[in-house]
Every structure is written in structure tokens, then in C-alpha cells.
């Protein structure tokens, strides 16, 4: 069974500092791995996924995400944060089998000034 | 896409009563999802609902606890029933992408959430 471990619940960086936030899958089959994002009382938003092809995967809001299989890991970066990338972010591997999303624990993100 | 209306978006309710929470999309769905967030922890599957059968739940949660309606492709609602405190989480509802399901929900769109609070 597929399964996601986010390590770290909670990250800080200073404005403008590099974004990493790191996220580790297990699946039997190549996955289909997901970054959703949670700002302060809104729904879930997708960042950026991958199915196949590039193993570096460009999203939404100047985030990217590389699919690296021989870690089995799928980290999210961002080269410079911003203010507003506070948020929490999910990492989420899809069950082959049955479709749904299997979602990592979560990352709360903390943007310093 | 998908534009998901979910409410209330948040209650405080006492032990031992129920809550019915509303999912409305714009868009015809076949799928509609509902997980719960519980405090400091990851997004975990309740149940699938599909219009026009009884919907599917995860390990761990049964239909007299969270009984879900799908009266259509638009609606579906989940009533956690017979609160305690450590019903208290975030309750959402997802949807695929209204577009075209593929075979490994590569899109799925969520609602704001519904934040529950048990005394």
C-alpha cells in the first residue's frame, strides 16, 4: 500500500530564503504524487502534480517538486519565498488501485520578514 | 475546474448531537469525497459517494457514524452524528475534475472545509 511521510510539520524561512519542504512516498508501482496547498481558512489547492515524463514538475506561484525515485522522495522547493506562501502544504501519492489520494501529514510554512 | 460550496463553515456543537454538513458543486460530478482533518494531523478518507448508491467507507469510519446522502451530481451532505469532543476536526469535501475523470484522480478540487468544534 502507498503511504507519504512529510518530514517536518513545521518550517521557517526568512523572506527571500529557500523553500524546502521535503516529502518521502512508499508505493509498490510508480506513483502519481501531488503538492496541495492550505492558506488560512480556504480549501485545498493543487500546486503541482506528477504522473509521467519530466521528473521536475513546475507548479503554480513559482513552486516546483522533483520526482526523484531512487530516494522514492518528491521534495518541494522555492527559491525565493514570499510573505505569502505562509500556508500548509500537503504532499499526496494516488492509489493505482482505487484512485484516491493517500496525503502525507502536512507542512505549516512560516514566512519571517 | 470546480467551484465547491461547503457549509456551515464552521460549528460548535454539543455532545451528543449531530451535525449535517453541505457540499453544492457547479458542475456535475460523478465522485464526491468526504475526509476529515483532525487537529495537527494529515487529510484522512471517510467515504466516496457516488450518486444513485450507497456510498463507500474507509476503515475506520461506518455509516451510522457519518451517514452521506447523494441525492444528485451536484450535492451530497455527511452528518457526523452523536458528537464527543474527539469529533472535533476539519471536514472536507473534494470532487474529481468535473472535465474528465481519469483513472488516478490526477485533479481533485476541494471545498473550503468545515471546521467542528465538540464540547
Known amino acids: 500500500a502507498q503511504s507519504v511521510t512529510q518530514l517536518g510539520s513545521h518550517v521557517s524561512v526568512s523572506e527571500g530564503a529557500l523553500v524546502l519542504l521535503r516529502c518521502n512516498y512508499s508505493?509498490?508501482?510508480?506513483?502519481?504524487l501531488f503538492w496541495y496547498v492550505q492558506y488560512p481558512n480556504q480549501g485545498l489547492q493543487l500546486l503541482l502534480k506528477?504522473?509521467?515524463?519530466?521528473?521536475l514538475v513546475k507548479g503554480i506561484n513559482g513552486f516546483e517538486a522533483e520526482f526523484k525515485k531512487s530516494e522514492t522522495s518528491f521534495h518541494l522547493t522555492k527559491p525565493s519565498a514570499h510573505m505569502s506562501d505562509a500556508a500548509e502544504y500537503f504532499c499526496?501519492?494516488?492509489?493505482?488501485?482505487?484512485?484516491?489520494?493517500?496525503f502525507g501529514q502536512g507542512t505549516t510554512l512560516q514566512v519571517k520578514p | 475546474s470546480a467551484v465547491i460550496s461547503q457549509k456551515p463553515s464552521r460549528d460548535i456543537c454539543q455532545r451528543g448531537t449531530s451535525l449535517t454538513i453541505q457540499c453544492q458543486v457547479d458542475?456535475?460530478?460523478?465522485?464526491m469525497f468526504w475526509y476529515r482533518q483532525q487537529p495537527g494531523q494529515s487529510l484522512t478518507l471517510i467515504a466516496t459517494?457516488?450518486?444513485?448508491?450507497?456510498?463507500?467507507?474507509e476503515s475506520g469510519f461506518v455509516i451510522d457514524k457519518f451517514p452521506i446522502s447523494r441525492p444528485n451530481l451536484t450535492f451530497s451532505t455527511l452528518t457526523v452524528s452523536n458528537l464527543s469532543p474527539e469529533d472535533s476536526s476539519i471536514y472536507l469535501c473534494?470532487?474529481?475534475?468535473?472535465?474528465?475523470?481519469?483513472?488516478?484522480?490526477?485533479?481533485?478540487?476541494f471545498g473550503s472545509g468545515t471546521q467542528l468544534s465538540v464540547l
Open positions: 506528477y504522473t509521467t515524463g519530466a521528473t
Open positions: 473534494s470532487v474529481e475534475d468535473p472535465g474528465g475523470r481519469t483513472a488516478t484522480n490526477e485533479k481533485l478540487f
Open positions: 459517494a457516488n450518486q444513485g448508491s450507497e456510498a463507500t467507507y
Open positions: 508505493s509498490s508501482v510508480p506513483p502519481y
Open positions: 499526496a501519492v494516488s492509489d493505482l488501485n482505487t484512485g484516491k489520494l493517500i
Open positions: 458542475s456535475q460530478v460523478t465522485m
